[in-house]
Nanobody
Framework: VRLVESGGGSVQAGGSLRLSCAASGYTWNNYCMGWFRQAPGKDREGVAFIDSDGSTNYPDSVKGRFTISKDNAEKTLYLQMNSLKPEDTATYYC??????????????????????WGQGTLVTVSS
């Protein structure tokens, strides 16, 4: 299983970015996937989740601003980020987990146990 993120960069507050996560090496459709972020000195936090059935889930901090989606034909996961704020500055990672642990609307296993991680892409939002 291999995940490769792209699309990070610098943007002013109020702007938008779309992150991509290209997947290879596994049966794409059955895995649940998500986006995490980690700012310097802070714990990694989940910002978007999409389950095997396409249902999505977001924390309150990004709800209404971020949208997760997937293109099954291209085996690519996306994160559309709008109305960005300086506090959204972080390295963003995509992750995937085995279908055995999907179906409840969130990652059932801890971040250290998920099946695959991307290398991360940096998002910087200036005020």
């Amino acid at each position: 299983v291999r995940l490769v993120e792209s699309g990070g960069g610098s943007v002013q507050a109020g702007g938008s970015l779309r992150l991509s996560c290209a997947a290879s090496g596994y049966t794409w459709n059955n895995y649940c996937m998500g986006w995490f972020r980690q700012a310097p000195g802070k714990d990694r936090e989940g910002v978007a989740f999409i389950d095997s059935d396409g249902s999505t889930n977001y924390p309150d901090s990004v709800k209404g601003r971020f949208t997760i989606s997937k293109d099954n034909a291209e085996k690519t996961l996306y994160l559309q980020m709008n109305s960005l704020k300086p506090e959204d500055t972080a390295t963003y990672y995509c992750a995937a987990d085995n279908p055995l642990y999907c179906g409840r609307g969130y990652f059932q296993r801890g971040v250290g146990a998920l099946s695959a991680w991307g290398q991360g892409t940096l998002v910087t939002v200036s005020s």
